[in-house]
């Protein structure tokens, strides 16, 4: 899995910008994007989900670089 950071900006209804950033863990990026999109939207309520569908939502994602991996159990231990 790979650490993916997302972030999200919009215009509310006052003109000012909503910015906001999720770290998720993912195999690829549309999945990340995906993952962070669907944790985002959650946590709006109604009032800012119609700002963000009405003025549009701006997507950003870059990969961390890091990839969390489970530790591989070595010959012995799978025998074992």
């Known amino acids: ?6 972030q ?4 509310d209804r ?4 909503v910015e906001s950033t ?12 995906a993952k962070a ?3 985002f939207v959650k ?3 109604r009032k ?6 009405k003025n549009g939502l701006e997507i950003v994602a870059k990969s961390d670089g ?3 991996a489970a530790p591989a159990k070595s010959s012995a231990e799978a025998a074992g």
């Open 1 to 6: 899995m790979k650490t993916f950071e997302v």
């Open 8 to 11: 999200f900006r919009y215009r």
């Open 14 to 17: 006052n003109e000012e910008t």
């Open 22 to 33: 999720v770290k998720v863990d993912a195999s690829s990026l549309p999945g990340g994007v």
């Open 37 to 39: 999109t669907r944790e």
């Open 43 to 45: 946590g709006l309520d």
């Open 48 to 53: 800012q989900r119609f700002d963000m569908n």
């Open 66 to 68: 890091t990839t969390t």
